[in-house]
């Protein structure tokens, strides 16, 4: 469920946007001093080699991603902070883990709050940062979040991009493809509302294939592999109300982590979905509504389409 990448009950600040002070406002000697034409050139010079928000050392991240981290939040979010409760200017700030939550990157944290409608980052009106700035964001992060050379020598001391994430199955256990293949427990990790139209394609005549409005698996972390057991906890709840305010279901994950509503039991649900989950008092509500059922086709091994990874239980 996009993602997206991936989510969260307490997000930080991620990005701010704040309005630069004008220094002639300060200055009881604006406009009444004129400068040369040599010094207002000099003058210029000097504020281009010194802006206040481009990093001096080199940053090690891509240029366009750091572009993108100038022009909407290093006014809060620099070095030094100026608001902003963490910077965000090397490679190591944004591949570090979100205080908010240790299984997120802070930038795969960030992508979700400049996607988020209740809590967008910049602050303000929702979606700030362009289209073409988020899609490159998101490209970064599929890729692997590699270094870049931006500010300078960037790269890693090796000059290779560091090795991409580790998928680890958390339970050690695996759904054997052997076993029964109309079992609810089957396939998790896997996208199943796409598995089911293919498989109904393939055979239009087979009535024992379910029509699912929703489904997907709860996995303890984000970098689980397809087929590879999910988390077997009957305290966890999963919550899905249309944005629209109409209709409500709550399921419970199977001892695959796998959980599922067929579509003659969801009433009038209807995506997309607020979505949130439960286990006791801890709570994961995903930032933006989740535009259709098919969780697992967003929440891969490594994450697609935004979402950071796994359906993560809380």
């Known amino acids: 469920m996009p993602a997206a990448r991936l989510t969260l009950p307490l997000l930080l600040p991620v990005f701010a946007l704040v309005i630069a002070c004008d220094p002639a406002a300060s200055n009881p000697d604006a406009g009444i001093t004129a400068d040369t034409d040599a010094d207002a050139d000099a003058d210029a010079d000097a504020d281009a080699d010194t802006g206040a928000d481009v990093p001096a050392e080199p940053t090690g991240l891509p240029c366009e991603i750091d572009a993108i981290l100038d022009e909407h939040c290093r006014r809060c979010h620099g070095d030094p902070l100026a608001g902003g409760p963490m910077p965000l200017v090397t490679y190591e700030d944004l591949t570090g883990s979100a205080l908010s939550d240790v299984s997120l990157s802070v930038a795969e944290l960030s992508l979700h709050r400049m996607l988020s409608v209740a809590a967008p980052m910049p602050p303000g009106a929702a979606e700030q940062v362009t289209a073409d700035a988020r899609t490159a964001w998101l490209d970064w ?174």
């Open 141 to 314: 992060l599929d890729a692997g979040t590699p270094r870049g050379t931006c500010g300078g020598e960037g790269g890693s001391e090796s000059g290779d991009d560091p090795e991409p994430p580790m998928l680890q199955c958390s339970s050690g256990r695996y759904w054997d493809s052997d076993d029964d293949d109309g079992s609810p427990h089957m396939f998790p990790g896997r996208a199943c509302l796409d598995c089911h139209d293919r498989e109904r394609a393939d055979d239009p005549d087979d009535d024992d294939i379910p029509y699912l409005l929703a489904a997907g698996t709860i996995y303890p972390s984000l970098l689980e592999p397809d087929d590879c057991l999910g988390v077997d906890d009957d305290a966890i709840v999963v919550i899905l109300e249309g944005q629209d305010g109409v209709g409500r279901v709550e399921l419970t994950p199977n001892a695959s982590g796998n959980f599922r509503v067929h579509t003659g039991d969801a009433g009038e649900l209807q995506p997309p979905f607020v979505v949130t989950i439960r286990r006791g008092d801890a709570v994961r509500t995903m930032p933006i509504p989740a535009p259709h059922g098919d969780c697992n086709a967003c929440h891969t091994e490594t994450g697609t389409m935004g979402a950071p990874g796994r359906v993560l239980a809380p």
